[in-house]
């Protein structure tokens, strides 16, 4: 099973379809849920791919404050009947990693 140890955004972003020749063949574009078991020849494929791949978190974090910020003087809120915007510490309380 394939667990992120760490979370960052990446430019470009890879369908999952244009994937599969990338991963030998393996079809991880096809419909799964929350989790999927990977092959460790797979993961290490997709790390390494995301390891060579630009690193734009700081980027696209300071996209989504710069819209956030607009939102809350355009209409009073960040989102819908929120005045603060998501965090790092919003997300950790989505993410379960069991271990």
Sequence with gaps: MLAAKERRFVVPGFPLKELVP????YRIDKFFRIWKYLPEETSNRLLSLLNDTPDKTTE????I???EK????KYGCVYRGISKGFDWED???LIYVSG
């Design 22 to 25: 990338y991963l030998h063949g």
């Design 60 to 63: 696209y974090i300071s996209e």
């Design 65 to 67: 404050k710069r819209l």
């Design 70 to 73: 607009l939102a809350l003087e």
């Design 91 to 93: 997300a950790s309380r």
